[in-house]
Structure formats: C-alpha cells, structure tokens
C-alpha cells in the first residue's frame, strides 16, 4: 500500500519570498509522483510530475520539485512567490502511472501568499 | 491539452431526491474514470474507479447502492447520488485516465451539492 504525508498543512509567506511545500511518501512498490493545485471550488490542476529521469522536475507556474528516492520525498519548491499562488496545493503518488493506476493524496498544503 | 467536462457545477437538491453528476473527456477517450469526494479543507476521498463498459470498482466503506456510477462509453461518466441526505452535501470531483493521454490524469471542475 502507498501513503503520502504532507507535512505542513498551512504555509503562510510574504509576496516574492521562496517557498518550499513538503511531501513524503512510501510505498513498496515504484510510484509516479505528482503535484496539483487546487484554487476555491474548483478541480485540480497538474503543477508537475516525475515518471522517471532527471529527478529536478520543472512544471507550470514557475514550480519545481524534486525527487529523493532515498528520503522517499517530493518537495516543491518556487524561489519568488505571487499573491495568485494562494492556493491548495496536493502531493500524489500512484503505484502505476500512466497505466491508470489510482491516485493516493496527501492531506494538502494551504499556501498562503501575502503582500 | 486533455479537458474534462463536469457538469452541473453546483446544485442544490432537496433531502431524498437523486441528482447525476456528468463527467465528459471532450478530446481523448477516458479508459479510466476515477469519482473523488472532497470535504471542506480536506484531501479528496477516492470513492470509486469505473472503466469503460465495466461495473464500477468502490472503496471500502462507499455504498454502491447509494453511489451509482456509470462509464458506458470512452467519453461520458456519471455518479448518481440516490436519495440524497444532508450529510451528502459535498464536493465531488471526476478524473479521468487514457493509456493515449501521455500520462497522467484530468480532473473535471468539480460539483458543489448541497442537499437542504
């Protein structure tokens, strides 16, 4: 079975200040890893994903992440943040990716940007 | 990119009434439909995985009498919350899977019920 932590459930941070939003993981088995922004009543958007490779993963909005296999983690990281990245932020894994596999979630990340 | 349809975006329904949730993959064929529930600041909650013209596949403790899910074609997928309760009221959110996608999953705009 795969479980995700995230670690913080609330990061709060200044306009234009870097942030890093954390996620551990395990499972027995290989995953897929990934992030999705979530904003007020809506879906989730994909910020990134790691299927294999360069464990540096850059995605949309200026996002990176990183994969640690050794510290099974996944952290997301932005070195400036924006006011419009107030949001919830979900780290998934899923044990077979693109073969569509279900998605585990972790509990969530609210950022917090403020001016 | 890969778009998701889900429709109504909120509705309001009275206690014991059904509602149907759609959920539409507009440029790809969704192999796989996941059906997700989403409590105020709270993580998504998988309620079920239906694959194209197969019965639903429900997580432990999902009633699959009260959750109807139906995947009959590559493009359409709805749930169907039968006689509704308050404690229904939700966010219920669809994702859909392709082996043709590239990778990855859609996620629909998410369905907002209030059952009053």
């Known amino acids: 079975a795969q479980s995700v932590t995230q670690l913080d459930s609330q990061v709060p941070v200044f306009e234009e200040a870097p942030v890093e939003l954390r996620c551990n993981y395990s499972s027995s088995v290989s995953v897929y890893l990934f992030w999705y922004v979530q904003y007020p009543n809506q879906g989730l958007q994909l910020l990134l994903k790691?299927?294999?490779?360069?464990?540096l993963v850059k995605g949309i909005n200026g996002f990176e992440a990183e994969f640690n296999k050794s510290q099974t983690s996944f952290h997301l990281r932005k070195p400036s943040v924006h006011i419009s990245d107030t949001a919830e932020y979900f780290c998934?894994?899923?044990?077979?990716?693109?073969?569509?596999?279900?998605?585990?979630f972790g509990q969530g990340t609210e950022l917090s940007v403020k001016p | 990119g890969a778009v998701v349809s889900q429709h109504p975006s909120r509705v309001i329904c009275k206690s014991g009434t059904s509602v149907k949730i759609e959920c539409r993959s507009l440029?790809?064929?969704?192999?796989?439909m996941f059906w997700y529930r989403q409590f105020p600041k709270q993580s998504l909650m998988l309620m079920a995985t239906s694959n194209e013209g197969s019965k639903a596949t429900y997580e432990q403790g999902v009633e699959k009498d009260k959750f109807l899910i139906n995947h009959a074609s590559l493009t359409l997928s709805t749930l169907t919350v039968t006689s509704a309760h308050p404690e229904d009221s939700s966010f219920y959110i669809c994702?859909?899977?392709?082996?043709?996608?590239?990778?990855?999953?859609?996620f629909g705009s998410g369905t907002r019920l209030t059952v009053v």
């Open positions: 440029d790809f064929q969704a192999t796989t």
């Open positions: 790691y299927l294999s490779g360069s464990t």
């Open positions: 994702s859909a899977s392709s082996r043709g996608q590239g990778g990855g999953y859609t």
């Open positions: 998934a894994v899923s044990p077979l990716g693109m073969e569509g596999g279900k998605l585990i």
